[in-house]
């Protein structure tokens, strides 16, 4: 778990205005489109800064041009070679980790509070979530995911790539409950990037996508709405199971 109590060519990136798309009691949809990973960690502390009782909560679907992402303790000399790419320290939990095409983000700005009447959802209970809500995912296609005991993320189960990191998780709670940054899936990248690195700290993690495990049908449009489905069915009735 990591809190904070995550081609080398830039693609052009393109900022359309956010598409929210609600329902009653669940957490807000929105659709942010390509965009640069800056701009993405602005408008969360914003948000968050001016959350009241009333504010939803909302799931952020959002694809970045090439980045690297530092958490508050996070050893630089993990980024071994960063080439052009560019290196963003942020306020998150965790070590570096790598953002591109192809690759599902979501970012989760939430009220842990009130979720329960009477209690908070707890830090590792709501990341136990988010990663089952992953391994759901992967299994809608045939893939095997898993967690590994001191090692955040989700891992290949089974197979010639059991063991590598397929997803990331990277997040900031803050003391009165309300969280930002969230999770990334990889679908179809550019996987060399991470090469250049050493993936959320550990030296020579192996790093895999959906489509190399075998999910060559996974369009990333179709898995960023099948997470975020399963982000909220996680969300909707929390009991930890």
Known sequence: MQTATQTAGAQQATIASPVILAGSGLPQIVRRGVEPYEASFAAMRAYTDARTAETPDQLWIVEHPPVYTL????????????????????????????????????YLLMDLRRHRTGARLFAREFVHNIEQAVIDTLAAYNLAGERKQGAPGI????????????????????????????????????????????PCGYEGLA?????????????????????????????TGIDGR
């Open 71 to 106: 958490g508050l303790g996070a050893d630089r000399s993990h980024v071994l070679n960063p080439h052009d790419i560019p290196v963003v320290q942020t306020d998150r939990g965790g070590e570096v980790t790598f953002h591109g095409p192809g690759q599902v983000v979501i």
């Open 155 to 198: 891992y290949a189960a089974d197979g010639p790539w059991q063991g590598a990191k397929v997803a990331a998780l990277g997040l900031k709670i803050r003391g009165n409950g309300c969280t930002y940054h969230g999770v990334s899936l990889n679908v179809d990248m550019d996987l060399t990037p991470f090469s250049w690195i050493n």
């Open 207 to 235: 790093t895999v996508d959906m489509k190399t495990l075998g999910a060559a049908q996974a369009r990333l449009a179709d898995v960023q709405a099948l997470l975020a489905e399963k982000l909220i069915a996680r969300f």
